[in-house]
């Protein structure tokens, strides 16, 4: 079945603890892209990916790293979270960078505390 | 820079009757312009684009869209609302001429369809 995989689902941490939010697509995509979700604020773009080794910021990237190693993965890293980081996390990837329609994953909802 | 605005934070609709979901843009060059629907606990699915072309686009589960370029908006419409289409609705825009891939969201629009 195509899809977009994040990993975990939920997660509750602390201040500081250095996370990984994985992302993986079956789909050969060449774009993936990170967003946060926060109520009333929408979906934010905080980093996106054209290509292997081609990345870029969206417009909430501060507290954020991104890589992409390889085509199917674009791991979110969040070195030193904090309680303002606490959102519902999507990774979606396009088939092609210039064509726009994203498939999202099922979320990740994480709680900084 | 580019902007999306959903003037509606909730939008209710009777079975049966049209609905119209709106949404404006602001961006500097050419617009790619997006509607996604998110059901609750889930991912969003993209419903339709528009690229270029005619103005009006039609997507999945018979939803379509209009663009205006002169109104700077790209409004979900949909001729026969159902219940099942209760869901937050959002509106989404790249400049095409910015030289990113960068998307900008709307705050969406929470759609309630009453039986």
């Known amino acids: 079945e195509a899809q977009v995989t994040q990993n975990p689902r939920y997660l509750i941490t602390v201040t500081g603890k250095k996370l990984t939010v994985t992302c993986s697509q079956n789909?050969?995509?060449?774009?993936m892209s990170w967003y946060r979700q926060d109520p009333g604020l929408g979906l934010r773009q905080i980093y996106y990916s054209m290509n292997v080794e081609v990345t870029d910021k969206g417009d909430v990237p501060e507290g954020y790293k991104v890589s992409r190693k390889e085509k199917r993965n674009f791991p979110l890293i969040l070195e030193s979270p904090s309680p303002n980081q606490t959102s519902l996390y999507f990774c979606a990837s396009s088939l092609r960078t210039d064509l726009g329609e994203q498939y999202f994953g099922p979320g990740t909802r994480l709680t900084v505390t | 820079a580019q902007s999306v605005a959903q003037p509606e934070d909730q939008v209710n609709v009777a079975e049966g009757n049209p609905l119209t979901v709106k949404c404006t843009y602001s961006v500097s060059g050419n617009p790619y312009l997006f509607w996604y629907v998110q059901y609750p606990n889930r991912g969003l699915q993209f419903l339709l684009k528009?690229?270029?072309?005619?103005?009006l686009v039609k997507g999945s589960y018979g939803f379509e869209a209009e663009f205006n370029k002169s109104q700077t908006s790209f409004h979900l419409k949909k001729p026969s609302a159902l219940v099942s289409d209760s869901a937050l609705y959002f509106c989404a825009v790249r400049d095409v001429n910015s030289g990113t891939y960068k998307y900008i969201f709307g705050t969406g629009t929470r759609l309630k369809v009453l039986a």
């Open positions: 528009y690229i270029t072309g005619d103005n």
């Open positions: 789909m050969n995509h060449e774009y």
